[in-house]
């Protein structure tokens, strides 16, 4: 169950680094274009940046979760 769990984490990640593609279509399907175009009147690539570090978590957790040693 862990692994599969690692295996989504990674999607999860991809499917963010995808999102830096296109991020108007990618915010709004997943509604947070309102929070966004607020964070990016504060520092315009802040969007971005925050996708990106959303990715990265997310890959953390996933590499985190697929060694095959017993905690």
Known sequence: ????GGYLNLFISLLHIAALFRPAEAFKITGVSGPMARAAAVWEPL???LTLFVALVFAGFG???LPERAY
């Open 63 to 65: 590499i985190y979760a």
């Open 47 to 49: 969007p971005l940046v």
């Open 1 to 4: 169950m862990l692994k599969l």
